[in-house]
């Protein structure tokens, strides 16, 4: 298996809706990202896990809290969005140095109304 | 400071043509540098992943070159179809950012039929 799996692909929740995306990945990868991508902009990093650890927080408000429940899964629970915070959200996966290259999923679209 | 610039920002080409896309990064301190490719509102595909002690890589079609040197990294798409129709994206792996991904912002590239 050499996917990353991204559930779900469409989400639309309202400003007060608590929801989560979920990412999984059976490659092994012990390091698994959160990316969020605004249109015709290059991926922006979030949240890095290493060994379902959080080693990285790139100042992420605290609406986005991110999960590592073991080493083949990672979610990202939502609360309280705003309207910009509409984007495609992607997840990715890579041995912990990136040494043999990232996989990424096929992302959720999150849309906030 | 990383940079990642590519150029062109997009590309129109007739079917058939062979084509290059170029990429370029400030600091040579890098471990491996990964060719993307992004559909309209779609996940990433991984294309090409060239280590640092790498010249080349190939797959099918594409042919992914790095010169540690000079900063650059080229994409060349042999006989281009108008499925090759997609958003190119090259990332650095940077030693000097803990291993993480410096994005480019991307070759939009068009196949005319």
């Known amino acids: 298996d050499t996917e990353v799996t991204q559930t779900p692909k469409h989400l639309v929740m309202g400003m007060t809706n608590k929801k989560s995306l979920k990412c999984e990945q059976h490659m092994g990868h012990r390091a698994m990202y959160w990316y969020k991508q605004k249109a015709k902009k290059p991926p922006e990093l979030m949240f890095v896990y290493s060994y379902e650890k959080l080693s990285i927080n790139e100042s992420v408000p605290s609406r986005f809290s991110p999960e590592c429940p073991n080493s083949s899964l990672l979610n990202l629970h939502l609360h309280a969005l705003q309207p910009e915070d509409s984007a495609l959200y992607l997840c990715?996966?890579?041995?912990?140095?990136?040494?043999?290259?990232?996989?990424f999923g096929s992302g959720t679209r999150l849309t906030v109304v | 400071k990383q940079e990642v610039t590519q150029i062109p920002a997009a590309l129109s080409v007739p079917e058939g043509e062979n084509l290059v896309l170029n990429c370029s990064f400030t600091d040579s301190a890098i471990y491996n540098l990964q060719w993307f490719r992004q559909d309209p509102g779609k996940g990433l595909t991984s294309l090409l992943l060239i280590q640092s002690s790498q010249r080349e890589q190939t797959s099918g079609r594409l042919n992914a070159s790095l010169d540690k040197s000079s900063g650059r990294s080229t994409l060349y798409i042999a006989a281009s179809q108008p499925g090759d129709s997609a958003t190119y994206l090259c990332?650095?792996?940077?030693?000097?950012?803990?291993?993480?991904?410096?994005w480019g912002a991307g070759t939009k590239l068009i196949i005319k039929p």
């Open positions: 990715a996966s890579s041995q912990v140095t990136g040494n043999y290259g990232y996989t």
């Open positions: 990332a650095v792996g940077n030693m000097d950012s803990n291993y993480q991904l410096i």
